[in-house]
């Protein structure tokens, strides 16, 4: 069975500063998809990434950074130089790449920026 | 691209009614649509899949006749919560996939459902 697990729960840091959400999984498939997704106030999901499990390279869009290790089954978020804007509840999520692509939810992690 | 929209967006009825809850996918035409719920604070828990012209399949512990999923063509799938009760208050969220497993799910904006 798959799994996701987010163990923070709630993360509360001073603009501009960096943070990192962590998440691990569990999966018996030998090729996967591994998400992030953005849920502010509004409740629409937000997509951030993509990352497939032969790719192991970090990746950094602006601010955002994202490693993976697949040694660690780890797929962690980093957010630098922290906005206010970037408040929000934050999940990691796993598929199957065949097949129905199901996505697995981890529990999500309330970040909240300071002004 | 790849725009999906819910309808309504947000919904008050009384216990004991049915509502309907369609989601569109406005721009592509989606072979598999996700229907998922999430309580306040937490998750994302899928319920059903369905693929256009067939019957939905539902995770395990989600009641079908409870949640009637209909995926009658490549751009609608509507979701239909029978007998609704105070429990069955919760966000629903739709997502949508093309035809190509290399594609990603779209989600819709979500419909905040409470049942008085």
């Known amino acids: 069975a798959q799994k996701v697990t987010q163990a923070q729960t709630e993360i509360s840091v001073v603009e501009k500063e960096d943070v990192t959400l962590d998440c691990v999984y569990e999966?018996?498939?030998?090729?996967?998809?591994l998400f992030w997704y953005k849920q502010p106030p509004s409740g629409e999901l937000v997509f951030l990434i993509r990352?497939?499990?032969?790719?192991?390279q970090n990746e950094i869009s602006g601010r955002y950074s994202w490693n993976f290790q697949k040694s660690t089954s780890s797929f962690n978020f980093t957010i630098t130089a922290s906005q206010v804007v970037d408040s929000a509840v934050y999940f990691c999520a796993l598929s199957e790449i065949q097949g129905a692509q199901k996505l697995v939810f981890g529990q999500g992690t309330r970040l909240t920026i300071n002004p | 691209g790849a725009v999906v929209s819910q309808h309504p967006s947000r919904v008050i009825c009384k216990s004991g009614t049915s509502v309907k809850i369609e989601c569109r996918s406005l721009d592509f035409q989606a072979t598999t649509m996700f229907w998922y719920r999430q309580f306040p604070k937490q998750s994302l828990m899928l319920m059903a899949t369905?693929?256009?012209?067939?019957?939905?399949?539902?995770e395990q512990g989600v009641e079908k006749d409870k949640f009637l999923i209909n995926h009658a063509s490549l751009t609608l799938s509507t979701l239909t919560v029978t007998s609704a009760h105070p429990e069955d208050s919760s966000f629903y969220i739709c997502?949508?996939?093309?035809?190509?497993?290399?594609?990603?799910?779209?989600f819709g904006p979500g419909t905040r459902l409470t049942v008085l």
């Open positions: 997502s949508a996939r093309r035809d190509s497993y290399t594609d990603t799910q779209y």
């Open positions: 999966t018996r498939d030998t090729t996967y998809y």
């Open positions: 990352r497939n499990s032969f790719d192991e």
């Open positions: 369905s693929n256009e012209g067939s019957k939905a399949t539902y």
